[in-house]
């Protein structure tokens, strides 16, 4: 089939690619000549793996290809995606001007009937926004080409998000129309395991279903921070609490980590937008606004420890981190509780040297060259002259450390643990003083 991805961003480029993989012709829209360029070439903007070995080899047998031309795309797919960026806007809900523009270009250069997706997070109500969008355009052209739009959200998780668009659990399409629905279903066939993985349903709800499933991860997680702050005040351990509820089917294991805070480009958004819509329509999501507070101080819980331990002057100390992005995988750094830390930390006056295995660079971008954190390659190397270890992210590389060699070199042999990487018994044997997130 052929297919358009209008925007290369994460979604975009996964979408397009993943669908190249299993023999479709795709051709990816970009306006950024530096990113087209760059992705003509084979080398992806982003971290992602398995991504850039999958995008070279659709790129070399012909089935992927980049341009920066509109018309080009608009004519090529019969399936045409908006995967473009929805940042929030000054009121944090969802600013939608460049889906709306890739809604017009498609209705400027369309030759056929269309099947137009809108595949980035967007508010219950746009696909209306983007039928009017693509109805005016074609009027302008005097033009009674036919089209369809069709909502289908995606449900990629950074650092998995090849497997995830491989092997999805779910595909949620919502339409309201039989052509596109077909089209849909052939699309995703391939994707098909041994058991039925499209869910169809009417265009709302398959855009609310988006906001719905991250508010009620993102719940989860907030509930289980609460609950583990909690357990420390008892003298509870959260891990025992952990497993004795996910063995009820109806809890279940999945995200039920405590830890120093959700992240990243969805949560944060999601949450907020969801709340958002409900206000203007006159509904308060009272749930979502705890769990949105709630994750605002959990991101705190770390600089809480330390200041418990150090006392609220932290001049002349300085502070290793290990983990940067917000969670593993990725280099992602948007919405990290590090980045909470590490401005926490400099108020209180002490420095930070820190190691990721992937978001230096971001890091870098982000903070420049601020004197008062130093960048080091490798998680040894953040130890040097640091008074204590705080640990934001769960890379594998730290979650088997030289107990011994991290004794040795912080000034002050304790570790500040925001993923409760380690049995607390077994690193206070090795002498250093631990403080986990909800554990005895
Ligand atoms: C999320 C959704 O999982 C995905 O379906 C959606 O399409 C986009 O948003 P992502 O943002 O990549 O994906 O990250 P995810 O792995 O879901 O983690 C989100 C945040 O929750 C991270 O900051 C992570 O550290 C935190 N988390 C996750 C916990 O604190 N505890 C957990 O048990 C799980």
Redesign the pocket.
Known sequence: MKISIIGTGYVGLVTGTCLAEVGNDVVCLDLDERKIGMLKQGQIPIYEPGLEDMVQRNQAAGRLRFTTDVAESAAHGVIQFVAVGTPPDEDGSADLQYVVAAARAIGQNMNEYKVIVDKS?VPVGTADRVRAAVQEELQKRGSKLDFSVVSN?????????VE?FMRPDRIVVGTDNAKATDLMRALYAPFQRNHERLIVMDIKSAELT?YA??AM??T??SF??ELANLAEILGADIEHVRHGIGSDPRIGY??????????????PK?VQALQRTARANGVELQVLKAVEDANDEQKHILLKKITQKFGSDLSGKRIALWGLA??PN?D?MR???SRVLIEGLWKMGATVSAYDPAAMEETHRIYGDDPRLKLVDSPAAALADADALAIV??WKEFRAPDFGVIKSNLKTPVIFDG?NLYEPKMVREQGLEYFPIGRL
Do not use: Q, V, W
């Open positions: 997070t959200p995606e449900f990629l998780k950074e650092g998995a998000a995830d988006k499933a991250n991860l993102a989860r997680i289980m921070n999945h995200f039920l980590y405590p830890g120093c805070g959700y992240g990243g480009s969805c949560f999601d917000f969670k990725t992602d919405e990290a509780p992210t769960e993923r």
